[in-house]
């Protein structure tokens, strides 16, 4: 059985990479300080395995044929596609996949009457390369890329992500092996990539879902932001959030928002977060002290 | 819904993008032959027009996928440094006047500092 040991979202903007240092500076320290914490917690939590969704930018699959959730099953990935590293100014990398826990999703997902495309060799574009490039540049981690349509109409609704995610969650655990997975989620926050509000951010929007995570509260969550909240806030981009709600539904309690930049220089509402996934500790009420050992405070006086 | 709902999803240029961002060759040819490559991927005359002149308002009114509308000026200008002084985003300016002139209000007051153009 594998265990869950970490879950974060972050998001992938293309200016990440491509254009850093065009952001002000305050928004260029707060995503590296933020971007360090992330990629350290992931190395703590020991994972053997990324497994992470992305909006696919329309890269894998044309447009009379986009399936919600397509999962990476080849051997090792090779990223970014030709024409996208010019733009994301990274050079080509080689990440090792985990085949048979992403075989295992497509199978265990059909047998549960969850339809996922796959494809063995896919092609990279910002949603895991940026994503990748801070958090795994050596390619230690082994990666399972998941990529979602959050762009093509019908686009589907945070409910039906939340949805496939609990289902995700229990496919993972019934994996029979042992590995530590590590959940990531990549894209949004408000964007509207393409659109007449290309250079737009929705700060008001993007910090009540960040204040949402904080809380906690997956259904309060749900309730408020829906599609049509999304697409109010930017249209064909901040969708990408039903990666971050897929793996909402991994977790439990509240997330760490490392933090978050309406940066117009890289075009997105950009944001980092972290879900504590340590075992909680029961709580049993203040400590007794055991018979014959003196309690702290008999120590100190 | 918003804009992304424009797209016709049945519109020949949809698939042609497709095709022309995974293939050395056919962006090659983009350059050198549009004529001929939209020709093969059967499209209007209308599509064409606004595809080669670059019309940015006019594309997303006849129903490209507005994720393709950005790339479609970088097959034309390239994709490097695609900051928002690029030829790419200027072009943008240029379509949208409204929405850029907003966008900038809202940088001056996130930046908190006077900006002349969006950076």
């Known amino acids: 059985m594998a265990e869950i040991v970490a879950a974060m979202a972050m998001t992938h903007s293309p200016?990440?990479?491509?254009?850093?240092?065009?952001?002000?500076?305050?928004?260029?320290?707060?995503?590296?300080?933020?971007?360090?914490?992330?990629?350290?917690?992931?190395?703590?939590?020991?994972?053997?395995?990324i497994l992470a969704f992305s909006n696919d930018h329309l890269l894998n699959w044309p447009i009379?044929?986009?399936?919600?959730?397509?999962?990476?099953?080849?051997?090792?990935?090779?990223?970014?596609?030709?024409?996208y590293d010019e733009w994301l100014a990274l050079d080509k990398y080689?990440?090792?996949?985990?085949?048979?826990?992403?075989?295992?999703?497509v199978n265990e997902g059909a047998r549960r009457r969850l339809a996922f495309a796959y494809l063995r060799r896919m092609e990279f574009d910002d949603g895991f390369s940026v994503p990748m490039h801070y958090l795994n540049a050596d390619g230690r981690i082994p990666l399972v890329p998941v990529g979602m349509n959050c762009t093509v109409p019908p686009i589907p609704t945070p409910e039906r992500a939340y949805h496939v995610g609990a289902m995700l969650r229990e496919i993972v655990r019934a994996y029979p092996g042992r590995e530590r997975v590590a959940v990531l989620a990549t894209g949004g926050l408000s964007h509207?990539?393409?659109?007449?509000?290309?250079?737009?951010?929705?700060?008001?929007?993007?910090?009540?879902?960040?204040?949402?995570?904080?809380?906690g509260d997956h259904q309060a969550l749900l309730r408020e932001c829906t599609l049509e909240r999304m697409e109010e806030a930017g249209s064909g981009g901040t969708a990408e959030l039903l990666a971050w709600i897929v793996v909402l539904a991994f977790t439990s309690g509240p997330a760490d928002v490392l933090a978050y930049m309406p940066a117009i220089a890289w075009r997105t509402g950009t944001g980092m977060v972290v879900w504590d996934m340590e075992p909680r500790p029961?709580?049993?009420?203040?400590?007794?002290?055991?018979?014959?050992?003196?309690?702290?405070?008999?120590?100190?006086q | 819904m918003g804009n992304v709902e424009r797209c016709d999803k049945t519109l020949p240029l949809n698939e042609m993008i497709f095709y022309v961002r995974r293939d050395?060759?056919?962006?090659?040819?983009?350059?050198?032959?549009?004529?001929?490559?939209?020709?093969?991927?059967?499209?209007?005359?209308?599509?064409?027009?606004?595809?080669?002149?670059?019309?940015?308002?006019?594309?997303?009114?006849m129903g490209v996928h507005q994720y393709y509308l950005p790339q479609i000026l970088r097959l034309f200008h390239g994709a490097a440094a695609n900051t928002n002084s690029h030829p790419a985003l200027e072009a943008y300016k240029r379509a949208f006047p409204d929405e850029t002139a907003r966008a900038l209000e809202l940088q001056t007051r996130v930046e908190g500092r006077q900006a002349r153009e969006l950076r």
């Open chain 1, 15 to 49: 200016g990440l990479t491509g254009w850093f240092a065009r952001a002000p500076e305050e928004h260029q320290q707060l995503a590296r300080r933020a971007m360090d914490e992330m990629r350290e917690r992931l190395h703590a939590a020991r994972p053997d395995v």
């Open chain 2, 24 to 61: 050395r060759d056919l962006r090659e040819r983009w350059k050198t032959d549009l004529a001929g490559l939209a020709r093969e991927f059967g499209l209007s005359q209308s599509e064409y027009e606004a595809l080669r002149d670059q019309d940015i308002r006019r594309l997303n009114e």
């Open chain 1, 282 to 300: 029961v709580d049993v009420g203040p400590p007794a002290g055991r018979p014959g050992q003196p309690t702290d405070t008999e120590v100190a």
């Open chain 1, 64 to 83: 009379n044929n986009t399936p919600e959730y397509t999962v990476g099953i080849g051997e090792e990935h090779v990223g970014p596609a030709d024409w």
């Open chain 1, 192 to 215: 509207e990539p393409g659109g007449p509000r290309y250079f737009w951010v929705d700060e008001e929007f993007d910090r009540r879902f960040l204040d949402l995570l904080k809380g």
């Open chain 1, 94 to 105: 080689r990440i090792p996949g985990h085949p048979a826990l992403a075989r295992h999703l």
